[in-house]
């Protein structure tokens, strides 16, 4: 799929701007806080309504502005829809996201605060994949918020101390294990799939032969029924109910990252962890076009700094095979068959007319 337009209002630091992207590999370069990034996240926010960088919506919108919009047009082999969104600060502080959807838009944003994948808390790791199931299967991120209902549910019971607090845990266990395995159950098939495709990607990245390999990592080790992770909580509840917190389940899961079989975080280079996290954003794209019938857009947010210049050729060819890629970075690239913009204090100028641009003022 692509964009074929967008047109910001008050998103960030562009006032409006309006953006016609080749169909293909868009370099986005200019100095820092200029506002490639800024544009990366108004793509991805037309998209899927989401930002890739931040969960509160309220610090979108220009300083100085109440609302933000963006529209555009997505366009994929079955036609196009165009969309509108908007956000809009609410006086409490937050912010109110309203507009047009479109399920079957599909984006994956790699950033640099997805170094936190490989070397940091599982949490990251947690999410990453279930940003990743959310990809693949709708609903997947509903039924995340529905066990985290249950959880916070369940642990207010636990830290209750009340004397038939062992009773009242019965319907809380009961939903817990069900949309609980629910989870397990999408983010193991989402883990084999990833470990599929980093198999091929990673060794093409970084053009030296290694095993890779990623695995979901859960206490209740290969079980695949309910009545085991029932099981599970029944032998811990004493220890439950002493620390008045839930013990096992989805919440307390991790994904264990190898290369050679050695736990990427103790492994090499910043360059090389920002090398891994990156593969494994591009190992999603082939199951989520599979999953969602059509190619989803790449924002790559200065993906090749810190990589060596033979393997930022590695990464060009691998994004090659993409549709509709938008790679940021702060210098030139050499790369062929891509659309030159420049990113300047909130405008976003074709490469060749920021020639004539500079090239008139010269001659004034
Ligand atoms: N809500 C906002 N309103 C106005 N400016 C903003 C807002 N949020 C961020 N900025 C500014 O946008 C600028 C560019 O940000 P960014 O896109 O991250 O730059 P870069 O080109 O380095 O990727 C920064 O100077 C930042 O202060
Ligand atoms: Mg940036």
């Known amino acids: 799929m692509q964009i074929g337009w967008i047109q910001l209002v008050e998103f960030r630091n562009y006032r409006t701007l309006e953006f016609s992207p080749s169909s293909h590999l868009n370099l986005l370069t200019g100095p820092n806080a200029q506002g490639k990034t800024n544009l990366l996240e108004a793509l991805g926010f037309l998209l899927t309504g989401r930002s890739f960088r931040t969960s509160r919506l309220s610090e979108v919108p220009r300083w100085e502005a109440t609302s933000s919009s963006v529209a555009g047009e997505i366009c994929r082999a079955e036609g196009g829809r165009t969309v509108r969104r908007m956000i809009r600060k609410l006086d409490n502080g937050g912010a109110q996201a309203s ?7 599909r984006v994956i944003a790699f950033g640099w605060q997805d170094l936190d994948i490989v070397t940091g808390a599982p949490g990251a790791r947690r999410n990453f994949i279930d940003g990743f199931a959310g990809r693949l299967y709708p609903g997947h991120l509903a039924t995340l918020l529905r066990y985290r209902q249950i959880l916070a549910r369940r642990n207010h019971v636990l830290q209750s101390r009340e004397l038939d607090a062992e009773a009242q845990l019965e319907p809380w266990d009961e939903q817990l294990v069900s949309v609980g395995m629910e989870l397990i159950g999408r983010r193991r098939k989402a883990a084999a799939m990833l470990q599929t495709e980093l198999g091929r990607v990673f060794p093409a990245l970084s053009g030296v032969r290694q095993k890779v390999e990623i695995r979901y990592r859960t206490a209740l080790a290969e079980a695949t029924e309910a009545a085991e992770m029932l099981a599970a909580l029944v032998r811990l509840r004493r220890v439950e109910l002493r620390r008045g917190v839930s013990l096992v389940g989805p919440h307390r899961d991790d994904l264990a990252i190898e290369l050679d079989g050695i736990d990427v975080r103790s492994f090499g280079s910043r360059g090389q962890q920002r090398l891994i996290a990156l593969a494994l954003r591009l190992a999603e794209v082939l199951p989520v076009t599979e999953a969602a019938g059509s190619t989803p857009v790449l924002l790559l947010d200065d993906a ?13 060819r691998e994004i090659d095979g993409a549709e509709q890629v938008f790679l940021t970075s702060p210098e030139a690239l050499p790369a062929r068959r891509a659309a ?25």
């Not at 913009?341 to 010269?362: F, K, M, P, Q, Y």
């Open 99 to 105: 507009g047009d959807t479109c399920e079957w838009a």
């Open 304 to 316: 090749l700094s810190e990589l060596d210049a033979r393997v930022r050729q590695n990464v060009f």
């Open 340 to 364: 030159c913009w420049t990113v300047r204090a909130g405008a976003v100028l074709r490469e060749g007319d920021a020639d004539v641009a500079r090239g008139s003022v010269a001659q004034a």
